[in-house]
């Protein structure tokens, strides 16, 4: 399975690398400020 063009190992590595500078009890905080970002990213495109 690819996403973005990378594997499964290499995402794996990625969530091991976010966990570790964020901790596990930033990481809803974190996801929703992603979400929250992505929404009014999508809202701009599609306005444009």
């Known amino acids: ?15 091991a690398v976010v966990l570790l500078i964020f901790g596990p009890k930033n990481l809803p905080k974190l996801g929703g ?3 929250r970002g ?3 990213l999508r809202g701009r495109v599609e306005t444009d």
């Open 38 to 40: 992505v929404k009014k």
């Open 1 to 15: 399975m690819r996403i973005f063009g990378m594997g499964v190992p290499e995402l794996a590595l990625i969530l």
């Open 33 to 35: 400020m992603l979400g």
